[in-house]
């Protein structure tokens, strides 16, 4: 994998939409920005200021949604081509929940609760750019698609010692430093899917679908790796977890939502035009799939896709 690659593609997740929690990402080490997107907490806010979190004489911006703002009736989760491993606590029954994540082919939606959260209840993750986990874990990420799976059946490697660091944190940025003395410990597994050649291939093909915006035909990225379609969809199939059909049209998805993001389309037509969909008909039916509903209804609540540090290219790791 090629950490470059980041810069072409930072997709667009709808997080701190609950009022009374916050959000906050970290950049992993260069050692391991070529697999790992970033790290990222979700909780609470009880224990979370607006403005500043401090860390180890650092500061980091967090990002906490304004109460003034209008209170949503659910959360989204969207499809992206990365999987992740989530940490949940439970503070009411002092439990502690690991799992890895594969890609989701489908959005799905929840309510967010009337009733106050959880005080002190949150989730750490680590989310892998697409075809990263695999160079860690050396699984083929097919066997995780559509699965949330218990993390010591899929990743045991130093699973005990894990597990003990991680709980004695404090903060998240305890946590951080934990999960990434971790993951740089990991030996690489022997699987074919770390060979050279292959690894070639991923790149490629990956920079490809970004540089076009995932517009590309199957038929005109194989023959530019000159490779069958049968072969590119078996390899990105095992080192991204989808096919190279569906993780295209994702990618072209977060463009489009990137556009909304940014106010650079007024209406559905313009969308469809600006980003090569065949007419509007067409976007709508697309940004359905992996958003849940229109983009319409994507232009209204843009305000709370605030993934804000993964999306904005300048800001750098705070644990350097």
Request: net charge neutral; proline share 6%; charged share 25%.
């Amino acid at each position: 994998m090629d950490a470059r690659l980041h810069a072409l593609y930072r997709p667009v997740q709808m997080n701190g939409m609950d009022p009374r929690t916050y959000y906050i990402e970290n950049s992993p080490s260069p050692v391991l920005t070529p697999y790992v997107a970033c790290y990222w907490e979700s909780g609470t806010r009880e224990h979370m200021e607006d403005g500043k979190y401090g860390i180890d004489g650092m500061d980091m911006d967090i990002k906490v949604n304004d109460l003034r703002l209008k209170f949503p009736a659910s959360a989204r989760v969207l499809p992206d081509g990365c999987t992740d491993i989530l940490i949940d606590y439970n503070p009411e029954q002092e439990r502690y929940t690991y799992s890895y994540c594969g890609n989701y082919m489908q959005p799905f939606a929840f309510p967010l609760s009337l009733t106050a959260p959880t005080t002190g209840a949150y989730t750490f993750g680590v989310r892998f750019f697409p075809g990263g986990a695999p160079f860690l874990h050396g699984q083929s990420l097919d066997l995780f698609t559509d699965r949330r799976i218990p993390l010591e059946e899929c990743w045991p490697i130093r699973w005990d010692e894990l597990r003990l660091k991680m709980e004695g944190t404090r903060n998240f940025a305890q946590r951080v430093q934990v999960m990434e003395s971790y993951l740089r410990r990991v030996t690489l597994r022997s699987s074919p899917i770390h060979h050279h050649a292959d690894q070639d291939l991923l790149r490629n093909v990956l920079y490809r679908i970004f540089k076009d915006n995932g517009r590309l035909s199957i038929q005109d990225l194989a023959q530019g790796e000159a490779v069958s379609e049968r072969q590119l969809h078996r390899k990105m199939t095992e080192q991204v977890g989808i096919s190279p059909k569906r993780f295209s049209e994702i990618v072209r998805f977060h463009q489009v939502l990137h556009g909304i993001r940014k106010g650079l389309a007024t209406d559905g037509a313009e969308l469809a035009q600006t980003y090569g969909f065949y007419d509007q008909a067409h976007l709508i039916r697309q940004f359905r799939k992996f958003y849940g509903d229109t983009p319409l209804v994507a232009v209204q609540e843009q305000q709370q896709m605030l993934s804000e540090k993964y999306n904005d290219a300048a800001v750098s790791s705070v644990i350097l």
